[in-house]
């Protein structure tokens, strides 16, 4: 069946490092690709997106490239912020609006 | 703050007992979706409406949960009774369309004692 996979956490980084969260997919078809962000105590909100193979999505300094051929969509930030600390999930939609969440990674920037 | 609004915020009750958790999408939004997060994990969707009608509700544990939105607006999910692993965080998102964003309340975390 369809499925997320991410790379566990926690992340911890100093402020202004790089950033890295992969992510791969197991789908049948050509899914949609999110990644959606949670702060603590609150829902979920969407970050990027893409929709189709080689789009990047990109939104507040994150960026994700759709790629087919190794079926990833890991997400990248050339510098974090304090105020980046949170979790972040991939998630996919297959047809029929169903979405697969991944695990989330947590991560946390200190000063 | 959240455009889709959800109450309560946090519920404690004991085992047995029936819970019940209310939403309000944003307005217009046709397709509201109920999922529950377990601590540490990612969100499963429990039931999607598209108006009044459940279009999945293949993981919605029917023996004890049911949810409804009868005027296709707000919607209630409801668990009786509640057992311990039923503690989670209750999300609850809705989209313009089916294959629009979905945009999610803050949550109701439920704790059974």
């Known amino acids: 069946g369809d499925s997320v996979t991410q790379m566990e956490g926690p992340v911890t980084l100093s402020e202004e490092a790089f950033l890295t969260i992969n992510c791969t997919y197991t789908?049948?078809?050509?899914?949609?690709l999110f990644w959606y962000v949670q702060y603590p105590g609150e829902g979920l909100q969407l970050l990027l997106k893409?929709?189709?193979?080689?789009d990047k999505g990109s939104n507040k300094g994150f960026e994700a490239t759709y790629r087919k051929e190794t079926t990833s969509f890991h997400l990248e930030k050339g510098s974090v912020q304090v105020s980046d600390s949170a979790v972040y999930f991939c998630?996919?939609?297959?047809?029929?609006?169903?979405?697969?969440f991944g695990t989330g990674t947590s991560l946390t920037v200190i000063p | 703050e959240a455009e889709v609004a959800q109450s309560p915020r946090y519920k404690i009750t004991e085992k047995s007992q029936a819970v019940a958790f209310w939403c309000d999408p944003i307005?217009?939004?046709?397709?509201l979706y109920w999922y529950r997060q377990i601590l540490g994990q990612g969100p499963e969707l429990l039931v999607q409406?598209?108006?009044?009608?459940?279009?999945?509700d293949s993981q919605l544990p029917k023996d004890r949960f049911s949810a409804e939105r009868l005027k296709g607006v707000d919607s209630t999910l409801k668990i009786q009774p509640a057992e311990l692993g039923d503690s989670a965080m209750y999300l609850c998102?809705?989209?313009?369309?089916?294959?629009?964003?979905?945009?999610f309340g803050d949550g109701t975390r439920l704790s059974i004692l």
């Open positions: 998102a809705s989209s313009y369309g089916v294959l629009q964003p979905q945009h």
């Open positions: 893409a929709t189709k193979a080689d």
């Open positions: 998630a996919l939609r297959r047809a029929g609006n169903q979405f697969y």
């Open positions: 307005s217009g939004h046709a397709t």
């Open positions: 789908a049948t078809g050509y899914p949609s």
């Open positions: 409406f598209q108006d009044e009608s459940v279009v999945d």
